[in-house]
């Protein structure tokens, strides 16, 4: 089971693919 730092990295990882104007500056 992965850890909790390993899906926050794959989710931000998306984040920044996905690059939401709107959501991006609530993760920096």
Known sequence: MP???SLFN??????VT????GLAPLFL
């Open 3 to 5: 850890s909790f730092d």
């Open 10 to 15: 794959a989710f931000v990882t998306i984040l």
């Open 18 to 21: 996905i690059d939401p104007p």
